[in-house]
């Protein structure tokens, strides 16, 4: 049975026809375990290329374990992790930053998902002070959660008054792909060469299965990951079928071709529906995300037909979220319906 495609999640998409061969591939036969079989070699080295040859990555099952191991690698139980109130190490992992790595995490209300640094410097006076929680990292998510961008002079400013003070910085790149496609911008450009230190890299909600890497661009940082990994509970037995996925979606850019066309949908959606009555968009598009306000008694029938999520029920903001296979006729048929439910 074929579900019908909405705008829920990017996560809801299903995979692509090129990742499912690239897992069949390497399916024949017998590879040694827990990632030490040469397809795994491959995507490691793969991943130096991109990033550098000094990078150290780590493949793991989920986002929200790439997140919280790789704050668990940086920072101990009395510091802290910066991020915006909407991040999703903030909202979405039900306290696993918290839990497994000791860390606080210390939010910031934002109207855009961005962190600045005048609001983070207000958190200086408690540095070197052994009553307060320390500041150690600095985590921003990159396309953000709100659907925008940081420029790259953002994340250089963020980066370099981290590391000014002795902190790092950190970025969730559940859609980086995205991101670096609106941006033209290549990975390295976009985090190592910005200032960032550990990066969660998705590829998820861009076509693949499953599994996320988390990319350390400093080796000092990644000594001791191999244990937290494993104790973590996300050492791979059978990793060259996550090892694979890296290998296809990287190799022929087809990272790149996917974040482009979830990207075009997501404006092409936003154009559609921009100038309906009773549409109010609430942020500028920039990746693959629609943030609006609409009448909150139309919802229900909207999500009967097209499934989305309600991103603040007391404004009636919804988040429509454009996939590698969003159709421009899912888009036109949505929007007719959006427009029929408000009577225009």
């Known amino acids: ?47 130096k290329a991109t990033f550098g040859q000094d990078t150290e990555t ?8 790439a997140n919280v191991l790789g704050i668990s690698a940086a920072a101990r ?3 802290a992790v910066l991020c915006p109130e909407t991040a999703h190490i903030n909202v979405d992992e039900c306290g696993a930053p918290e839990k497994f790595s000791g860390s606080k995490l210390l939010s910031f209300a934002t109207p855009d998902g961005k962190l600045t640094v005048d609001m983070l410097r207000p ?28 420029s790259l002079e953002e994340i250089r400013t963020l980066a370099d008054f981290a590391h000014t003070h002795e902190m ?17 911008l290549s990975f390295r450009e976009l985090t190592r060469e910005a200032g960032v230190d550990i990066l ?27 244990y937290i990994r494993k104790q973590g509970m996300q050492l791979a037995s059978k990793m060259r ?5 890296f290998l296809a979606y990287l190799d022929g850019d087809l990272w790149l071709h996917n974040a482009r066309h979830a990207n075009a949908m997501g404006a092409y959606l936003a154009r559609q529906v921009r100038d309906i009555p009773g549409v109010v968009l609430t942020q500028e598009p920039r990746a693959n995300a629609v943030f609006a306000r609409i009448p909150g008694e139309i919802i229900p029938s909207l999500q009967q037909e097209f499934f989305f999520y309600v991103w603040d029920e007391t404004t009636h903001e919804v988040r429509w979220m454009c996939s590698f296979d969003t159709t421009r006729e899912d888009v036109e048929e949505f929007a007719a319906l959006l427009r029929s439910r408000l009577g225009s």
Request: proline share 3%; no cysteine.
């Open 200 to 226: 969660s890299f998705g590829g998820t909600k861009n076509g693949m299965m499953y599994g996320e890497a988390v990319v350390f661009f400093h080796p000092s940082l990644a000594q001791e990951f191999k």
């Open 168 to 184: 790092l910085l950190h970025m969730d790149g559940a859609r980086i792909a995205n991101a670096a496609a609106a941006m033209d």
């Open 123 to 150: 958190h200086l006076h408690a540095l070197g002070v052994e009553h307060h929680v320390q500041p150690k990292i600095v985590s921003i998510t990159q396309a953000t959660e709100m659907g925008t961008l940081y």
């Open 77 to 79: 139980s009395h510091q």
């Open 241 to 245: 079928y996550i090892s694979a996925q």
């Open 58 to 65: 780590f493949f793991v099952f989920t986002g929200t374990a």
């Open 1 to 47: 049975m074929k579900g019908k495609r909405g705008f829920a999640s990017d996560n809801n998409a299903g995979v692509h026809p090129g990742i499912l061969a690239a897992m069949s591939e390497v399916n024949e036969g017998h590879a040694v375990a827990y990632g030490n079989d040469p397809v795994t070699q491959r995507a490691l080295d793969r991943f």
